[in-house]
């Protein structure tokens, strides 16, 4: 399903996984183990452009190429990422991302 996805157009060797422990700074042991699920997660919970950019931007495409795909300037590039990284810190899309966590994790009531 990945093969031809976004992401694999820019990343041909380094995982979401990896990308996405740098980017919450914690172990990749931790995210979810099936790639397509952290795919559809993503593509469930970021706009297409959010996920392009997201891609683009964790692949180190330059500012000048990004500006020309997405038709605009530097401002608007600048504020576009800021709103990405915004949406990719809350809880509503952190949490599902590192769930093999939780579902490990046993609950005791004492």
Do not use: C
């Not at 990896?18 to 099936?34: N, Q």
């Not at 300037?73 to 599902?96: A, F, G, N, V």
Request: hydrophobic share 35%.
């Amino acid at each position: 399903m990945l093969e031809n996805s976004v992401w694999k157009q820019y990343h041909k060797d380094i995982t979401m996984r990896e990308v996405l422990s740098k980017f919450y700074a914690i172990d990749a042991a931790l995210l979810i183990d099936d790639e397509q699920a952290l795919y559809a997660l993503l593509k469930r919970k970021l706009t297409k452009k959010e996920l392009r950019l997201f891609t683009m931007d964790s692949a180190n495409v330059s500012d000048g190429e990004m500006m020309s795909y997405f038709e605009v300037d530097t401002q608007t590039l600048t504020e576009m990422k800021e709103k990405l990284y915004k949406k990719m810190r809350q809880d509503k899309l952190r949490y599902p991302i590192r769930m093999k966590q939780f579902s490990q994790t046993q609950y005791t009531y004492e």
